[in-house]
């Protein structure tokens, strides 16, 4: 496999403006006769096929969702950041740029952060343009906040539903373009292979959800923009039906796969209420700016919170951080949590979580003021446990959250498979090690607005123009294999639910893969996991059949593909055998019990060949270099 | 609590289709209704049976998808919220619920409790949204907008398409979700340019769905999750009637 990630040579401030004007362009007129597939219709799909089609490509896009707008993006609460310093409180380009490499603990590319920050720019603009109703300030001008931890209010939201605002405009920004005739829109369609042709990605491979047709589509070079991986640990934050088919399916047809084991655990999710939940519901993590964490200092202490007298409560962040407290980033709060949790400190009736509290806030600032703040948030939290966090502090616990890892793309997001490109949270990104809240958004969308629509013409030009129809060797196999697959499935009659399986999983990565690591947990794990699925395909029962809508069979599917990925992502936390970021290897830490870098062995990217289902993969390197953010240890003491 | 539970069972679109009775056994109060089907279908499957189908996918209130009648009431019996958000400590131990797929004739039923809404898409295709070129923008902070107007404009905005305003609805009209994206874009200066054309457009695609009229019921704003209010249907209105004015007598210079 060869990992050459095309930085151009340019200094970095002028790369990307001198990499517009290298690349090769399809004049307009030849752009129409191009046939781009896009899979996912989230923030980064959504806004690629929209642009790609105002472009004059022919552009067919799939979902698997009934309609784009509600893919998992919908589910962004915080805010998006862009260095666009309206504040005047020294925001820069530059320092978006080193804020996100520092934070990613020095695992991500400088070259595309430094791109990802200078376009967050126009990230806004054209958001506000489509009506995006980002808060704003009483004279009109566009509201700010701080973000996690961030030094600068660069984060822009609208209430706490950016995450919904982003994707109908760039949902209606689509079905614009649906109606123009340069999108054809393919709903309720799932992807369950990439077609590779004489080494080039030339088409995919759809179930339709409803008829359970399988078929194959053609086209000069696929997109995915299909969404991160966390609902591979069961519970998580993710929607429902978040899942890794498209990137895995595409690994196995030559994709590398970059840093499977960086998974982000966010420390404000309300904790499980019983073993029957198949979700997790995040808290904005706005929240730790007014509330103090803390647990009960005796281990098993059952009074209720309010009994607990101040010198008896541990607040453990502001304990241990004095200068950040309560604002520790993600990795530091979840790990210090699950600590607390697991030597017995554990509050509430599952004996699952910490508590968040508000009642010095309200002293402080009135209960007025704190509802004017997270009053919608506290109602969340209510419907959801019955509590009221004005009275009671709430109860949080770390959850899967995000996920870093992905596919592996160079400068212009291409796979190492030619024709093939990743976008959004499919891609193993520029977040590193470590995403910074709002970052996700931006990144999607940029990728999705500004660089594919671009870099696709540049592989386009080149590209040699062949005529692969659906009756293609390569389309037909692959078809087959799909049905194959299917007809599997279906055939085993076993006796366990998919869901059971899928449980069992997610415990043995959370056990071993989540928050903290060690070499003899991840060999448990790698030997596990092949074990289960091997049960998997004796023992599940999927009900009904292929031909009509079955969600058992969907579910089953993307349960199948898991427990293949879930190895490669233990391996991968195996051999990254140092500490970074949201990787944290209990062998590896400093002397204050923070996670420990081995720059000098793992400063680079662990990128993925597969070599078939329970072969031990093949770990290739892509080598980091920091020329302008200088390697140093992340402190927040 | 254990419950007795009555749901609607469609093999397919042309399936006749009827309803069900399962027993939900030992459910608890910190139980989302969806938990609740979950472990219904569990134990369906282990039966060898098929579950029941029903979409949902974020389960926090805020993709749309979940969308179901319980008890008659579109997204069960609490103001203000999707079925997904509804938890079991509203039901007590031996009620019985009734569970249906939202009905009207531009959404018909898939299966079970999965019902095609894309009719909504078809509505925003016909002009719901800004014509804006990605990288043509301007400066997002070149045209301050009064907050009162980007507040307004945010509150439309909230819709979420779960389209349980049709449902409830007597005429299974979608004049609330139409009204609601109408107005979203109205209130915004970026949005005047194809402000009447807009109106004009969404609404007729509304009629030739097959959505109902709007006879001011107002059941409407009553199930919608997001309390999208009544009054821009009023403001929808006057945007259709001054668009087909114009049409009808040309815009004066
Ligand atoms: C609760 C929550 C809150 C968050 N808040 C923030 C925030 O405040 N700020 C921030 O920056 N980030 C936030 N994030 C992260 C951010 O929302 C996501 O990373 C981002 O939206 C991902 O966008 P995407 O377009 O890459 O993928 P998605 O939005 O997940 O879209 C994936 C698309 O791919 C489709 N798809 C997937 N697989 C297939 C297949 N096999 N076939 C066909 N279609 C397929 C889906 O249907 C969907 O259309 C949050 C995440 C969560 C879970
Ligand atoms: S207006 Fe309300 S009820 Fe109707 S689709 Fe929108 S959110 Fe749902
Ligand atoms: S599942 Fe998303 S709104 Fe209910």
């Not at chain 1, 088919?245 to 840093?259: E, I, L, P, Q, S």
């Not at chain 2, 014509?131 to 905005?157: C, E, H, L, M, Y």
């Not at chain 2, 409830?168 to 109205?186: D, E, G, R």
Request: charged letters at 25%; hydrophobic letters at 40%.
């Amino acid at each position: 496999m060869e990992l050459n990630a095309r930085i151009p040579d340019h200094p970095i401030d002028r790369m990307w403006e001198r990499h517009r004007f290298d690349m090769k362009l399809v004049n307009p007129a030849n752009k129409r006769r191009y046939q781009v597939i896009v899979v996912g219709t989230g923030l980064a799909g959504g806004a690629a096929a929209a642009t790609m089609g105002e472009l004059g490509y022919q552009v067919k896009a799939f979902t698997f969702h009934d309609s784009p707008r509600r893919a998992h993006s919908i589910a962004a609460q915080g805010g998006i950041n862009a260095a666009k310093n309206y504040q005047g409180d020294g925001d820069s380009v530059y320092r978006l740029f080193y804020d996100t490499v520092k934070g990613g603990d020095f695992r991500s590319r400088e070259a595309n952060v430094y791109r990802l920050a200078e376009l967050s720019l126009n990230i806004i603009d054209q958001a506000v343009a489509q009506g995006v109703p980002f808060a704003r300030e009483y004279g009109g001008l566009l509201a700010n906040r701080s973000f996690g931890g961030a030094q600068v209010s660069r984060t822009f939201y609208a209430r706490g539903q950016t995450g919904q605002q982003l994707l109908l405009g760039a949902y209606q920004a689509l079905e614009r373009q649906v109606q123009a005739g340069t999108v054809q829109m393919n709903v309720r369609s799932e992807m369950l292979d990439v077609i590779v042709v004489d080494g080039r990605a030339r088409g995919i491979v759809t179930r339709d959800l409803v008829t359970g047709r399988i078929e194959a589509h053609m086209a000069d070079a696929v997109v995915l923009g299909t969404g991160g991986y966390s609902n591979a640990f069961f519970l998580s934050t993710n929607a429902m039906g978040c899942n890794v088919t498209a990137t895995w399916r595409a690994h196995r047809r030559g994709a590398g796969f970059a840093n499977p084991c960086f998974t982000q655990i966010h420390p404000t999710c309300i904790p499980q209420s019983g073993e029957y939940q198949g979700k997790l519901t995040l808290m904005s993590e706005s929240l730790r700016n007014d509330g103090r964490i803390w647990v009960p200092k005796e281990p098993g202490d059952t009074r209720a919170a309010a009994a607990i007298p101040d010198s008896e409560r541990d607040y453990y962040l502001e304990r241990l951080y004095p200068s950040f407290g309560n604002l520790t980033p993600r990795d530091i709060a979840s790990r210090r949590a699950k600590e607390m949790v697991d030597s017995g400190h554990g509050v509430g009736p599952m004996r699952n979580g910490v508590y968040l509290d508000f009642r010095d806030a309200i002293q402080r600032l009135g209960k007025a003021a704190v509802a004017e703040r997270y009053g919608n948030l506290f109602q969340m939290y209510e419907k959801i446990t019955g509590e009221d966090p004005y009275d009671v502090p709430m109860r949080i616990y770390p959850a899967p959250h995000y996920t870093m890892g992905g596919l592996w793309v160079d400068y212009d997001l291409m796979t190492t498979v030619p024709g093939l490109f990743a976008i959004g949270e499919a891609n193993f990104s520029d977040h590193g090690a470590n995403r910074l809240g709002a970052s996700a958004l931006m990144q999607g969308l940029a990728d999705g607005y500004f660089i594919i629509p671009l870099t696709i013409g540049n592989y386009l030009a080149d590209a040699p123009k062949m005529d692969v129809g659906v009756d293609h060797p390569a389309a037909r196999d692959a078809v087959r294999e799909v049905t194959d697959t299917q007809e599997r499935l279906l055939a085993v009659k076993g006796n366990r639910t998919v869901d059971s399986f899928h449980q069992e999983l997610g415990r043995i990565l959370w056990d071993h893969c989540g928050m903290a690591r060690t070499e003899a947990g991840l060999r448990e794990a790698l030997q596990k996991i092949p074990e289960l699925r091997e049960r998997f395909w004796k023992e599940v029962l999927v009900p009904g059949s292929g031909a009509t809508l079955n969600q058992s069979l969907e579910k089953a599917g993307r349960v199948a593909d898991f427990l293949e990925f879930a190895e490669v992502m233990c391996w991968d936390a195996l051999t990254r055998d140092e500490s970074c970021g949201a990787h944290y290897r209990v062998e590896h830490t400093t002397e204050e019990g923070e996670a420990k870098r081995d720059d000098e062995n793992f400063a680079h990217g662990a990128v993925w060949e597969f070599k078939g289902v329970g072969e031990e993969p093949v770990r290739h390197r892509e080598p980091l270099h920091f020329e302008h953010v200088p390697l140093s240890q992340r402190s927040y003491k | 609590m254990n419950l007795t539970l009555h749901v609607w069972r469609q093999a397919g679109p042309d399936d006749a289709g009827a309803f069900e009775t399962y027993r939900a056994e030992d459910i608890s109060d910190s139980m989302s209704f969806l938990d609740m089907l979950d472990l219904v279908n569990e134990d369906l499957t282990r039966k060898g049976k098929e579950p029941i189908a029903f979409e949902h996918d974020c389960r926090e209130g805020i993709c749309g998808s979940c969308g179901m009648m319980i008890n008659g009431v579109a997204h069960g019996p609490e103001r203000l919220i999707t079925a997904c958000q509804l938890h079991m400590r509203s039901f007590k131990d031996g009620d019985e619920i009734w569970i249906e797929p939202f009905r009207a004739t531009a959404f018909p039923v898939m299966r079970d409790l999965v019902v095609d809404r894309n009719s909504f898409d078809r509505v925003i295709q016909a002009g719901g949204y800004i014509s804006v070129r990605t990288g043509s923008a301007q400066d997002a902070n070149a045209t301050p907008i009064p907050k009162r107007d980007a507040d307004r404009a945010f509150d439309a905005a909230a819709c979420i398409g779960c389209g349980a305003c049709v449902a409830a609805c007597p005429n299974a009209s979608a004049m609330l979700f139409t009204a609601a994206k109408v107005a979203h874009l109205s209130y915004l200066p970026q949005g005047q340019a194809e402000r009447l054309e807009r109106a004009l457009g969404m609404a007729s695609q509304h009629d030739a769905e097959g959505f109902g009229n709007c006879t001011n019921h107002g059941a409407c704003q009553e199930a919608c999750p997001k309390g999208i209010s009544v009054d821009y249907i009023a403001r929808l209105n006057r945007d259709v009637l001054k668009g087909t004015l114009n049409k009808a007598v040309g815009t004066p210079d």
